[in-house]
Nanobody
């Protein structure tokens, strides 16, 4: 049974930091690229950050470059999103995504964790 379980969300003041975690199970984590997406009320889901299966390459949305860092620990089947210098516009539900592309593409989502940036 595939599971992606996000944690670490919450309420934080502008300028603060949060670290999101996504614990994976039920599939070969080290074979999957991992990403964080977010969706704010009334907006489409957008890609925040992505990391390749071995962790050798990352990419970020322009809006979070220099503030957010994605990383993974394949020994712990976990991907992280360190979020610094948070802004009110970072408020959203953050989702973990796992994907493996090939003849068949496998794509899994977590249930999401709420991040609220407000004073």
């Amino acid at each position: 049974q595939v599971q992606l379980v996000e944690s670490g969300g919450g309420l934080v003041q502008p300028g603060g930091s949060l670290r999101l975690s996504c614990a994976a199970s039920g599939f070969t984590f080290s074979s999957y690229a991992m990403s964080w997406y977010r969706q704010a009320p009334g907006k489409e889901r957008e890609l925040v950050a992505a990391i390749t299966s071995a962790g050798g390459s990352t990419n970020y949305a322009d809006s979070v470059k220099g503030r957010f860092t994605i990383s993974r620990d394949n020994a712990k089947n976990t991907v992280y999103l360190q979020m610094n210098s948070l802004k009110p516009e970072d408020t959203a539900v953050y989702y973990c995504n796992a994907v493996r592309r090939g003849v068949i593409t496998y794509n899994y989502w977590g249930q999401g964790t709420q991040v609220t940036v407000s004073s």
